[in-house]
């Protein structure tokens, strides 16, 4: 996995048909998608389940380009290693989800992922800085975490802020909900690269999705009419 701030397409496989994953994914990949996002849910840190590690690692030889899984627990540690395991290659855990952040990102470094670090609407950008020297990405949530379909909030200060504080160091900037052809030129002009998209791409036609990517990246490049 090498490093660029160009745009990159993360669909996220919660709006997919879960009784054919493995298509869904060939399909997005087919049409263009750079990352495949995997929303993983406890119906404790968020109001939802979705699906675990078992699902995860069923679904990484379907997965050509990178898996970037979004954690949505609470504990994490306990789980790194399953996650690990499935072949996750970006894990990324809520600031929100427990005491001891230093320590969770350490030790999906250490597990040989890269480590990602998530903040929801209502956290303030200065809660990532203190993290970003063991950070490989940060997500901002436009939307509260746990349901695809939700509207977009507009976070445009708080990834302007964090684009600032991460200056040149090899940091992704991802935002993840609500993401569409209308939103995603917000947060790509306030400095995100990987903007994960649900509803926007899946769903209907599998023969569209190549449009529907086309549509966010172009739209989040400045191209879109
Ligand atoms: C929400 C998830 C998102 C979700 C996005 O908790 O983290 O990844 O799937 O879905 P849309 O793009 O429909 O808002
Ligand atoms: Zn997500």
Known sequence: ???????????????????????????????????????????????NLSFGPAVCAALRPHIRTVMDVHLMIAPVDPLITAFADAGADVLTAHVEAGPHPHRTLQAIRGA???????????????????LLELCDLVLVMTVNPGFGGQSFLDQTAKIAALRGMIGDRPIHLEVDGGIGPETAPKAAQAGADVLVAGSAV???????????IGAIRAAAEGTWT
């Open 1 to 47: 996995m090498t490093f660029d701030r160009a745009v990159k397409i993360a669909p996220s496989i919660l709006a997919a048909d879960f009784a054919q994953l493995g298509a869904e994914i060939r399909a997005a990949e087919g049409a263009g998608a750079d990352w495949m996002h995997l929303d993983v849910m406890d119906g404790h840190f968020v109001p």
């Open 112 to 130: 040989g992922m890269r480590a990602g670090l998530a903040l929801n609407p209502g956290t303030p950008a200065a809660a990532a800085e203190p």
């Open 202 to 212: 899946f769903g209907g036609d599998p023969d569209d999705y190549a449009a529907r």
